[in-house]
């Protein structure tokens, strides 16, 4: 079990580029979870997958978002014309649905900053 | 809509102290309840959770109670450590799916 992993760790960007964010989940998980925590904030939930179906998206995440789960296993995050106020960390979770438990695990997460 | 409140940081106490991190929700439905941890420089972990009323969750000598009458999950160590310094979440999930999660608890411990 090597854990969730999110890359890159840091991203600093212009306002207006796109970025993109990786994470790969724990390897027999089937839904992973995006959330974004700001500055003295507790994480807030975006979106999440079940295998490679998107289920639900947050109001917070506007039409400039974007997550994909194509073969589902890793997921991608996409912003585009980037804003300071996406400044943010950006988490990942992972969680087996079918398992007793069904924790969700935390990956380190991608620091994004917009200059 | 669903919702987590928890007392303000940051909280600053002596080792071997007893400590305790308060921590109401509001939910429509029966939730699980969880305490999350965050320790510097490193991401979140479960530390303990509560899938249904009067379940008591723990883990390294943590301990938190979930009560519905007072809609409250409390968080309390009878003798926190130097280690135990972090930002404590506490959170729920209605649905099994989404965390909502408060907005933390920096702890400080002075050795």
């Known amino acids: 079990d090597t854990g969730v992993s999110q890359n890159p760790r840091h991203k600093i960007t212009k306002r207006g580029q796109n970025v993109t964010f990786r994470c790969d989940p724990i390897s027999e998980h089937n839904r992973l979870y995006w959330y974004r925590q700001t500055l003295g904030q507790g994480p807030e939930f975006l979106t999440y997958f079940q295998n490679e179906a998107q289920l639900e998206k947050s109001r917070l995440l506007s039409d400039r978002f974007s997550a994909e789960r194509p073969k589902g296993s890793f997921s991608t995050l996409e912003i585009q014309r980037t804003e300071q106020g996406d400044s943010a960390m950006y988490l990942c979770a992972s969680s087996n649905r079918d398992s007793i438990t069904d924790t969700q695990y935390f990956g380190p997460g991608t620091r994004l900053t917009v200059l | 809509g669903d919702s987590v409140t928890q007392m303000e940081g940051p909280v600053t106490l002596s080792e071997e102290a007893f400590l305790t991190i308060n921590c109401t929700y509001t939910a429509t439905g029966y939730p699980s309840l969880f305490w999350y941890v965050q320790y510097p420089g490193e991401g979140l972990q479960l530390l303990l959770k509560?899938?249904?009323?009067?379940d008591k969750g723990s883990n390294k000598g943590f301990e938190a109670t979930y009560r519905k009458e007072t809609t409250s999950f409390h968080l309390e160590k009878g003798s926190v450590q130097v280690s135990d310094s972090a930002v404590y979440f506490c959170a729920l999930s209605d649905s099994g799916d989404k965390i909502i999660f408060g907005k933390g608890t920096r702890l400080h411990i002075l050795p």
């Open positions: 509560a899938t249904k009323a009067d």
